[in-house]
């Protein structure tokens, strides 16, 4: 074990060191240096007390090898959250700003045993029939679209602009959204993360879900909401829902925070810059260094147990620190010795992310495509001016601001398939806002100009 100070001292803005409390996971000093949290929290052993929001209690896996052996042992440790003591007595809120990230749905995130299986099975299968050439086409077509919206300013805000949406538009052709079902998806997504009017986003979101699955029962088409559809597992259409919303949620989020983190990371490391051949090195070191989810795996005990040197109860929230594990000191040797995807960034074990190899995909080319298009990109602002999201679940950028030399707009010539039809015109019926034209519409005129 390496050396330790005789007094850890708690980082700028942590309270910890008023009462010997928890440490808190959010607020702009989290946000702004959240290693300094995870090296202060290491002081505590391999696990250590934190508080995820006001009122929000967890304990936290800060060690690789005992966040391994958490993930794994799925008979000890349920992913059930009916299963979390304190929301269930009355400890916190329904309306905590963590809740819904962290509530039950029936969903494969959230269950266990056999119905972890039977549905995760149904997603792994379905993702599984993603083919790779058509995939990086459509990232590649939507990387185009979007840098045709800002490639003659000279100058873009690289999150807001193109992390943020390419995602969204490559997961709803996945997913066979028409466009005005699209248009709700992006609205619904984009509100339940950027905390704008969030209990209606979300609302939004499920409405526009149920509406697409009952259109693939009536039309099943070649994408991965008919597959999932027709996989052996028999989802029922609430399933289907709730499945479907996992995946665009979850899909989502970590994909735009990674292709953030990504382009930061090759606009401030010289050894990066502007080499497309090292943009799987760069990706793979943001994983390990800044992943895109850095807290989040929630798990609860069985049973009143012990685990790590510390005695939990039934019930008690146990959050996974992927951050924290990458960058533990017992990592050093095993990234120099070459195993530089032994990171946790994907989770491990029966719960690990399905999607990593399609989300590894889209975010290469995603980068790819943008530095050779504009081959002079460089940070517009001086990177210590670069403010990160608060929040103890995911690490992103607020935005990402970036020059280069002005681009024509016109778009490359490419075959595409006819976009599905979408419903007449009108206001949705779930009561989303709309725009002239939503974004996803915006984009599917665009390609059939």
Known sequence: MDAQPTAPVPPPGCPAHADGGRVPLYG????????????YLRHYGPTAPVELAPGVEATLVTDYATALQLLQNSSSFRKDARRWRDLNEGRISPDNPVVPVLAYRPNCMFSDGADHLRLRQAVTDSMARVDTRKLSHSTEQVSEYLISQFGARGSADLLGD???????????ELFGCPADIGDRVVFGITGMFDGVNAEKAVEVLYGAVGELVARKRARPGDDVTSWLMQHQ??????????QLALLLVAGNEPLRNLIGNTLHRLLTHDGYAH????????????LWENPPMQNLAPHYPATDMEFAGEKFRAGDL????????????????????????????????????PS???????????????????????????????????GPFNRGLATLPARFTPVETVRRTVPQAQPQPSA????????????????????LKWLTR
């Open 28 to 39: 702009p000093e989290f946000a702004a240096d959240p290693q300094a949290y995870y090296s």
């Open 233 to 242: 597992a028999n989802l029922t259409d609430e399933e289907m829902v709730h």
């Open 318 to 353: 146990v959050l996974v620190s992927f951050a924290a594990a990458n960058s533990g000191p017992a990592l050093t040797a095993a990234r120099q010795a070459g195993s530089n995807r032994a990171h946790l960034a994907w989770s491990a074990g029966p719960h690990a992310c």
């Open 162 to 172: 193109y992390a943020k949406q390419l995602p969204l538009f490559v997961f709803n």
């Open 356 to 390: 990593k190899d399609p989300a590894r995909q889209i975010t290469v080319t995603a980068v790819e495509n943008l530095l050779n298009r504009l081959p002079d990109i460089e940070l517009a602002v001086p990177e210590d001016s670069l403010t990160w999201r608060p």
């Open 424 to 443: 007449a015109p009108g206001p949705a019926q779930d009561g989303a806002p709309r725009e002239r034209a939503g974004k996803w519409s915006q984009f």
């Open 275 to 286: 080499k497309g051949g090292l943009i799987d090195e760069a990706l793979d070191d943001t």
